[in-house]
Every structure is written in C-alpha cells, then in structure tokens.
C-alpha cells in the first residue's frame, strides 16, 4: 500500500490518484491530510505538497487539483530530465513538475472547456492541444510518466509492489456507408449515376450497374471478411453504425432497408454493436431514437459509442451519452494526426469538470484511423504498416490498449483503398 499526504484532499485528486496508481499499477492507496499519520507511517509514501520538511518522496504540488475553477492555466513548457513538462516545480528535485496536475489536466481534457479555434466541424484540434505544442502529443506520454514515477518509488521503497497490466487490443470498425451502390433507393441511385457521368467516370457507371445486377460484389461489403479474420483470431470487434437520418455528413443506407437489417443481424452474431450517434444529433434530439433504432433491428441492448466526425464537446456530448445508456465511449482521438488526445492508451472514466465528479462512462482511447493514414498524411500500405508496428510495440511496452479504428469500405482492397486490407491483417499478427 502507498501512503500520499496532501494538505488538503479533493475530487480532482482522488480521480488522478486513482487513474495512476490503481488503474495503471494496480497498487492500492490512501490518502490523509495528517503529518502526524504520515510522518508515523514506515511503508511507501509521497510527500504531495509544498511542504519539503517531510520524509518520502516529494512531489511539489500546484494548485489545480485544490481549485474548483476552470480557467486558463499557466502551463509553461520546460525541458528536464523528463523531457518537455508542464506544471513545473524546483527543477533540482527528482520529480521536476507536478506529475499529478500535469496527468489531470491531460485526461480529463481540461483545455477543452476554454476557449480554443476550432476547426470547421467546431473540432479541438490538435493544434490546440499543450501536447501538440510541448512535442509530446504522438506519447502516451501519462503512462510514460507513470512508468518512470514508479522506477523512483521502488528504488526508494522496495517493498512496494505493483500488479502490471497486460497489453490489450480492441479491434473496431465504423460503418458510415454499408454499401457503396446497393440499398440506396431510386433518387441516390440516379444521383450516383449523373454524378458519375458527369465526372466522366463510366466505370463507376458499369461497375454500378453490374453490383446492382447481382453481377458483381458491392466493394464496400466487406462483412464476410470482417467476420472471418475476426474468428480466425479469436477476437470480439466493436461494430458502430451509423442509424441516423440521411444528411450533409449522414449518407448511410435506411435501416428499413431489408439488406442492411439483414447484414447488420449477421454483424451482431459475432460483434458488438455500438452505436455511431449521427452529424446532426450534436444539434438536436435524436440519439435516443437512433439507439431505439437501432436495437429493434438486432434485438439487443447497445452500450457502446463512437461519434460520427468524432466531434466531442466538453461536457456536452458525453453527458448526452450519459443520459442514453451508453458505458463505453471510443471516440477520443484526432482525425487529422497520430496521437493521443488525453495523453494515454489506456481507458479511463470520464470526469466532469463542471460537476467535479468523476463518471460512470468509461473512455477508450484511439491513436489513429486508417483514413488519417491514408488521406490527412498520404501514406502509402508500407509506410503506414511502419507507423502502426512502432505504436503497437511502444504500446506494448506500456501494457496498454490499442484501439483499431477501420471503415467497412477501406477492406475492400479496391482503387483507392488498393493494399489496405493487407495493412489491417497486419495487426492482427502485431497484436498477438
């Protein structure tokens, strides 16, 4: 057990305490705000104050985790022993900054609830983010920190042991658009066949006419090998569908469609179906008649989520999630770089900063989708498969969790996504 003395005791404090020594060492601990306790105690034990007099490992606080405002922090961004930091203390201590205001402000998105430039979808962009700015923002840079705080208190308590995590891998996969020519009904289907003419593509013209003819495969019915690759390795994948009524950024197939009820009955016999809350439920009422929707189709309850655009507002939308059932939500990542947005791989329950409470929704981080890949960074498959080997095996070495994030169209190894599914294949092998 460790022992960790603060002056004062808070919310804020307990949620990161927890995060980091529970969740990410598996090692249990207390909190008292009595130097008497604290200074009789013999075991492990960190000194979390400005209080240098006392014995145990010294942790120089700040404020933040003591305040219940949220305003603009001034952060800095220093070069150490531990590379770039934030929430700098005396530099000549072992533990340069507070590692514990540093991991908060991270996870629980602090610099999202203040003013930011969003991009043209109102996104936090990673420009935006102290991790872009401080170079550590393609780091899981929480647990790298945790990793080295507990080398420091095992050398100065031995006894202490802590319960490693294992690496984990949720493999998951978005349908936007079921299919790419079938069950779009008469006007779409005539709209995709002017559009084509008009852009002179008379191949995409045959190549519809002959999937809508039974004589060739729909390319973005990729299911029977979801479902094969899936079994074949043993592993349950997280399905999202996109339920919502068709708009600007929501053209997936009806779900009164026969085909699509019929393939996505076929999808829950061996997947998780979350559901992939549309553009438009960011401004009105209807997620919780897309989840309705959506579970009359395959009879079962949905928990899971992921948002369309993967737009996030704080505390908006996963208070919204909240409301509607959800317990899981795996949309926490960039759409445009490699990296990670709450500065960890690992999951984590969402806390509320304008509640100040932690959760119940528990957050599954992401570093990438195939579509940053391939269209923001215009990788080639081997350069890609080079990026997704390195985050795989730092991951690994964190005992993390990585997070796949793949479309239904990009498995179809076809014009634009040609050598793609042989990059996902490729993870499966890395991921063993």
């Given at each position: 057990?460790?022992?960790?003395?603060?002056?004062?005791?808070?919310?804020?404090?307990?949620?990161?305490?927890?995060?980091?020594?529970e969740?990410?060492?598996?090692v249990?601990?207390?909190?008292?705000?009595?130097?008497?306790?604290?200074?009789?105690?013999?075991?492990a034990?960190?000194?979390?104050?400005?209080?240098?007099?006392l014995?145990?490992?010294?942790?120089?606080s700040t404020?933040?985790?003591?305040?219940?405002?949220?305003?603009k922090?001034?952060?800095?961004?220093?070069?150490s022993?531990?590379?770039?930091?934030?929430?700098?203390?005396?530099?000549?201590i072992?533990?340069?900054?507070?590692?514990?205001?540093?991991s908060?402000y991270?996870l629980?998105?602090?610099?999202?609830?203040?003013?930011?430039?969003?991009?043209?979808?109102?996104?936090?962009?990673?420009?935006?983010?102290?991790?872009?700015?401080?170079?550590?923002?393609?780091?899981?840079?929480?647990?790298?920190?945790?990793?080295k705080?507990?080398?420091?208190?095992k050398?100065?308590?031995?006894?202490?042991?802590?319960?490693?995590?294992?690496?984990?891998?949720?493999?998951t996969?978005?349908?936007?658009?079921?299919?790419?020519?079938?069950?779009?009904?008469?006007?779409?289907?005539?709209?995709?066949?002017?559009?084509?003419?008009?852009?002179?593509?008379?191949?995409?013209?045959?190549?519809?006419?002959?999937?809508?003819?039974?004589?060739?495969?729909?390319?973005?019915?990729?299911?029977?090998?979801?479902?094969?690759?899936?079994?074949?390795?043993n592993?349950?994948?997280?399905?999202?569908?996109?339920?919502?009524?068709?708009?600007?950024?929501d053209?997936?197939?009806?779900?009164?469609?026969?085909?699509?009820?019929?393939?996505?009955?076929?999808?829950s016999?061996?997947?998780?179906?979350?559901?992939?809350?549309?553009?438009?439920?960011?401004?009105?009422?209807?997620?919780?008649?897309?989840l309705?929707?959506?579970?009359?189709?395959?009879n079962?309850?949905?928990?899971?989520s992921?948002?369309?655009?993967?737009?996030?507002n704080?505390?908006?939308?996963?208070?919204?999630?909240?409301?509607?059932?959800?317990?899981?939500?795996?949309s926490?990542?960039?759409?445009?770089?490699?990296?990670?947005?709450a500065g960890?791989?690992?999951?984590?329950?969402?806390?509320?900063?304008?509640?100040?409470?932690?959760?119940?929704?528990?957050?599954?981080?992401?570093?990438?989708?195939?579509?940053?890949l391939?269209?923001?960074?215009?990788?080639?498959p081997?350069?890609?498969k080079?990026i997704?080997?390195?985050?795989i095996?730092?991951?690994?070495?964190?005992?993390?969790?990585?997070?796949?994030?793949?479309?239904?169209?990009?498995?179809?190894?076809?014009?634009?996504?040609?050598?793609?599914?042989?990059?996902?294949?490729?993870?499966?092998?890395?991921?063993?």
């Open positions: 057990m460790l022992l960790v003395y603060s002056k004062n005791n808070s919310s804020r404090l307990n949620y990161i305490l927890k995060f980091i020594f969740e990410l060492l598996g249990k601990y207390i909190i008292t705000t009595e130097k008497e306790e604290y200074n009789s105690f013999n075991g034990k960190i000194n979390y104050s400005t209080d240098d007099s014995s145990g490992l010294w942790i120089c404020d933040l985790l003591f305040s219940k405002k949220i305003e922090q001034e952060l800095g961004i220093f070069n022993s531990w590379g770039n930091i934030i929430f700098r203390t005396p530099l000549n072992q533990i340069p900054f507070d590692i514990f205001s540093a908060f991270l629980s998105r602090y610099e999202e609830y203040l003013s930011f430039n969003p991009d043209e979808h109102n996104r936090f962009t990673p420009e935006s983010s102290i991790a872009f700015k401080a170079g550590f923002i393609s780091k899981s840079i929480i647990n790298i920190w945790t990793k705080l507990f080398e420091i208190i050398s100065k308590f031995p006894d202490l042991e802590c319960q490693k995590k294992k690496f984990q891998f949720i493999s996969i978005d349908i936007d658009n079921a299919f790419a020519y079938k069950g779009k009904g008469f006007y779409r289907t005539l709209g995709g066949f002017s559009k084509s003419v008009l852009k002179g593509s008379f191949n995409e013209v045959k190549n519809r006419i002959l999937v809508l003819n039974n004589k060739l495969s729909d390319h973005y019915d990729t299911y029977k090998f979801i479902r094969e690759i899936h079994l074949k390795n592993i349950i994948p997280k399905v999202f569908v996109l339920s919502g009524k068709y708009g600007k950024y053209k997936n197939v009806k779900l009164s469609n026969p085909l699509f009820r019929n393939k996505l009955k076929e999808l016999e061996f997947c998780e179906i979350g559901i992939h809350p549309s553009y438009q439920s960011n401004f009105n009422d209807s997620l919780k008649e897309e309705q929707n959506l579970e009359s189709v395959i079962k309850k949905i928990t899971i992921r948002q369309h655009f993967l737009i996030l704080f505390p908006a939308t996963y208070r919204r999630l909240i409301e509607s059932g959800i317990k899981e939500d795996y926490l990542g960039y759409s445009n770089i490699v990296g990670y947005r960890t791989c690992s999951p984590f329950n969402f806390y509320d900063l304008l509640l100040e409470k932690e959760t119940e929704l528990k957050i599954y981080p992401f570093a990438f989708m195939e579509r940053t391939r269209q923001r960074l215009k990788l080639t081997i350069e890609a080079k997704i080997s390195e985050n095996k730092e991951i690994k070495e964190l005992n993390g969790l990585f997070v796949s994030l793949w479309h239904n169209e990009s498995l179809g190894d076809v014009d634009y996504w040609q050598g793609w599914k042989l990059v996902y294949e490729q993870i499966f092998n890395l991921t063993k």
